[in-house]
């Protein structure tokens, strides 16, 4: 690189730091207001209190509260069926099925739980072009999936807003709806995106709470937490028509801190952007190569009472229920508002076609392939629905569009 060619690209990072770092985005986080709810929920919270949350025809953050406490526990029968009932009542029995397209683990961000980071020594980086990812979607395709989600790590140069693009056209033209969970880009970019095809975003915050988020990100475009934050307004104002949110449970030992703050965030983008499709996740924390097992913040049982609890709480959002979990968790999980479900998951670059080339970005706990996963469902009465099918949801728009 000749000498002002390598100016400019200092001066062009410059400026896209300034960028990121002076960015607010729309949606506010009351930390002081979620410290007092997450403290009225460990320790506060009366038998009372639950029956009021179960019986409110509208739920507030307050009976979100009152729903995953400890004291609710014990009523954890009570919170399943009235999360199923509600479910059924505004999905009907059906499953949407989706599975994800690794591109890349090539990364320049250092996040202290990721397989993918970029100090991580003991793995084998791998980029696939984007004619594999295509095969990779087709191979897909053979198994009943129609909706993939292109999933990589951060890196300007082997995963680019223009390797990017390329992908999603490639697996667009074999598929009904692709997805991405990429690293947060800028409106411009993201609209970008959905030209090419793309229409829905995953990007979990991983960690709501601000004064925790630094701890476990400390490289990378990723440390900025605002940043993050605000990449569902973006990708929504750019013409997304799916946002899927969610907090990596294990990270911040105040789980219920955690899903207080996301169905907060939820909340706000199914008001500002009205017509389109949010949905909700709570992965736990799984070991991935060059980590020690991670602690278990969450017990199962508190992970089906969340569940439940955002269900009741958040009506109208979907529910993503990941591989992470254990087959005999997940088929126990369906009946308490799941309404989105990965199944025969391969976490590394190339994984269905070409397995063995990349080490996984975690370890996946339901191996089961696709066609049994399907069986379980119907066996349970639901029927698995391998494609998006929302016609209503195929444009975002705000809450501005209601005055037109």
Same mark, same amino acid.
């Given at each position: 690189?000749?000498?002002?060619?390598?100016?400019?690209?200092?001066l062009q990072r410059k400026a896209e730091r300034e960028r990121i770092t002076g960015y607010e985005p729309e949606f506010r986080l009351e930390v002081k207001d979620l410290d007092e709810l997450s403290e009225w929920s460990r320790s506060g919270v009366s038998d009372g209190d639950v029956s009021r949350a179960l019986r409110s025809a509208r739920r507030t953050p307050e009976d979100l509260a009152a729903l995953i406490s400890p004291t609710a526990q014990s009523r954890l029968e009570e919170l399943a069926a009235s999360a199923h009932a @509600?479910?059924?009542?505004?999905?009907?029995?059906?499953?949407?099925?989706?599975?994800?397209?690794?591109?890349?683990?090539?990364?320049?961000?250092?996040?202290?739980?990721?397989?993918?980071?970029?100090?991580?020594?003991? /793995?084998?980086?791998?980029? /696939?072009?984007?004619?594999?990812?295509?095969?990779?979607?087709?191979?897909?395709?053979?198994?009943?999936?129609?909706?993939?989600?292109?999933?990589?790590?951060?890196?300007?140069?082997?995963?680019?807003?223009?390797?990017?693009?390329?992908? /999603?056209?490639?697996?667009?033209?074999?598929?009904?709806?692709?997805?991405?969970?990429?690293?947060?880009?800028?409106?411009?970019?993201?609209?970008?995106?959905?030209?090419?095809?793309?229409?829905?975003?995953?990007?979990?915050?991983?960690?709501?709470?601000?004064?925790?988020?630094?701890?476990?990100?400390?490289?990378?475009?990723?440390?900025?937490?605002?940043?993050?934050?605000?990449?569902?307004?973006?990708?929504?104002?750019?013409?997304?028509?799916? /946002?899927?949110?969610?907090?990596?449970?294990?990270?911040?030992?105040?789980?219920?801190?955690?899903?207080?703050?996301?169905?907060?965030?939820?909340?706000?983008?199914?008001?500002?952007?009205?017509?389109?499709?949010?949905?909700?996740?709570?992965?736990?924390?799984?070991?991935?190569?060059?980590?020690?097992?991670?602690?278990?913040?969450?017990?199962?049982?508190?992970? @089906?009472?969340?569940?439940?609890?955002?269900?009741?709480?958040?009506?109208?959002?979907?529910?993503?229920?990941?591989?992470?979990?254990? @087959?005999?968790?997940?088929?126990?999980?369906?009946?308490?508002?799941?309404?989105?479900?990965?199944?025969?998951?391969?976490?590394?670059?190339?994984?269905?076609?070409?397995?063995?080339?990349?080490?996984?970005?975690?370890?996946?706990?339901?191996?089961?392939?696709?066609?049994?996963?399907?069986?379980?469902?119907?066996?349970?009465?639901?029927?698995?629905?391998?494609?998006?099918?929302?016609?209503?949801?195929?444009?975002?728009?705000?809450?501005?569009?209601?005055?037109?």
């Open positions: 690189m000749t000498a002002p060619a390598a100016e400019l690209l200092q @509600a479910t059924v009542r505004r999905f009907g029995r059906v499953m949407q099925m989706f599975a994800p397209v690794y591109l890349s683990n090539e990364c320049v961000s250092e996040c202290t739980y990721c397989g993918f980071q970029v100090f991580n020594r003991d /793995i084998v980086r791998k980029t /696939i072009p984007p004619k594999q990812a295509a095969i990779e979607t087709r191979y897909l395709g053979s198994l009943g999936f129609r909706h993939v989600l292109l999933v990589s790590g951060e890196h300007p140069k082997h995963v680019s807003a223009d390797y990017v693009c390329d992908c /999603i056209r490639e697996c667009a033209r074999h598929t009904s709806s692709v997805s991405v969970e990429v690293q947060a880009w800028d409106e411009q970019t993201y609209r970008r995106f959905v030209e090419a095809g793309c229409d829905g975003l995953v990007i979990y915050q991983e960690v709501y709470d601000p004064r925790r988020y630094g701890d476990f990100h400390l490289k990378g475009n990723k440390r900025f937490w605002g940043w993050r934050l605000g990449a569902p307004e973006r990708a929504l104002s750019a013409g997304m028509r799916r /946002i899927g949110l969610g907090s990596l449970v294990g990270l911040n030992s105040d789980w219920r801190w955690e899903a207080l703050a996301l169905a907060s965030h939820a909340s706000f983008l199914m008001r500002r952007f009205w017509r389109s499709e949010v949905t909700v996740s709570l992965p736990r924390l799984e070991p991935a190569t060059g980590f020690e097992r991670p602690l278990k913040a969450m017990s199962d049982r508190e992970l @089906a009472q969340a569940l439940a609890a955002l269900r009741l709480t958040l009506p109208d959002a979907g529910i993503v229920l990941s591989t992470r979990e254990p @087959a005999w968790l997940r088929d126990g999980l369906v009946r308490l508002g799941v309404t989105h479900m990965s199944a025969g998951s391969r976490t590394e670059p190339g994984g269905y076609c070409e397995p063995g080339g990349a080490e996984q970005q975690f370890e996946v706990a339901d191996h089961r392939p696709a066609a049994q996963v399907a069986a379980m469902l119907r066996d349970a009465g639901y029927d698995p629905v391998w494609k998006e099918s929302s016609p209503a949801l195929r444009r975002s728009a705000t809450t501005s569009d209601l005055r037109i």
